[in-house]
């Protein structure tokens, strides 16, 4: 089991950055990628990016595409989720998520086993 904690969330005007990170603990080496997801109270989790540790390929969201940069720092088990251009409507929790099924869509959920407890990301018009 891979344990993940999310920081670098917090409140920011519309067109604002934040950089999200997800330290990793207990990793393995069948942890086949990594993702970040986002929650609201009206809207069950959404894939938002997600990057294959193996060969390092990512594949994000099309509301997040150019705006968003997913990236791994391996040496220090960090997982990175650039965010620029922020709209309102990307306020939500976002948390991170570790996954070993391979075949399985990146965007669902239940493709990943392990979840950090989340970072609230906020933005205001």
């Known amino acids: 089991q891979v344990q993940l904690v999310e920081s670098g969330g917090g409140s920011v005007q519309a067109g604002g950055s934040l950089r999200l990170s997800c330290a990793a603990s207990g990793y393995t080496t069948r942890t086949y990628r990594m993702g970040w997801f986002r929650q609201t109270p009206w809207k069950w989790r959404e894939g938002v990016a997600v990057i294959y540790t193996g060969d390092g390929s990512t594949y994000y969201a099309v509301s997040v595409k150019g705006r968003f940069t997913i990236s791994q720092d391996n040496s220090k088990k960090l997982l990175y989720l650039q965010m620029n251009s922020l709209k309102p409507e990307d306020t939500a929790m976002y948390c991170c998520?570790?996954?070993?099924?391979?075949?399985?869509?990146?965007?669902?959920?239940?493709?990943?086993?392990?979840w950090g407890q989340g970072t609230q990301v906020t933005v205001s018009s």
């Open positions: 998520a570790a996954g070993d099924m391979v075949g399985s869509s990146w965007s669902r959920p239940s493709s990943y086993s392990s």
